[in-house]
C-alpha cells in the first residue's frame, strides 16, 4: 500500500491579456485545459502501474488580480505633494509594501503561554 502519489495531469493553459491604461498587455483571466490520461508517480518518481484509489480534486488556478493605484493619505495632512502612486494587486499588499518600504517586515504573533 502506497502512503503518497504525485498525479501529473498533461494539459494546456489559456490566458486573456488586457492593455491597461499605461499600455501594457496584463492578464485578467487564465484557464486551465485538462487533457488525458493522468500518470502517477511516487514520491520518488518512479511510475505507479495502478492509479491509487483518491478522491477527485479540482484544479485550482488563481486568477490574476488587477493592479490598483494607492496613495498614502493622511486624515490630518491629505496627501504628501510628492507622493507617487503605486500598484498593488488589493489593500492588503499595499499595505505590506508601505510597512516593508518603512523597513519593517510583516510576521505571524506567536502564542503566549
Request: proline residues 5%; glycine residues 4%; charged residues 30%.
Amino acid at each position: 500500500m502506497i502512503d503518497k502519489f504525485v498525479k501529473i495531469t498533461p494539459g494546456f493553459v489559456s490566458q486573456t491579456f488586457v492593455k491597461n491604461d499605461e499600455a501594457k498587455h496584463v492578464c485578467v483571466r487564465q484557464e486551465f485545459t485538462a487533457g488525458e490520461p493522468s500518470d502517477y508517480e511516487d514520491d520518488q518518481g518512479r511510475p505507479l502501474k495502478k492509479m491509487p484509489d483518491h478522491e477527485h480534486h479540482f484544479f485550482d488556478m488563481v486568477q490574476p488580480q488587477p493592479k490598483v493605484k494607492y496613495l498614502l493619505y493622511n486624515e490630518l495632512l491629505g496627501y504628501l505633494e510628492d507622493e507617487e502612486a503605486f500598484e498593488a494587486a488589493s489593500r492588503e499588499e499595499a499595505l505590506e509594501q508601505i510597512v516593508r518600504n518603512m523597513g519593517y517586515s510583516l510576521i505571524e504573533a506567536l502564542k503566549q503561554e
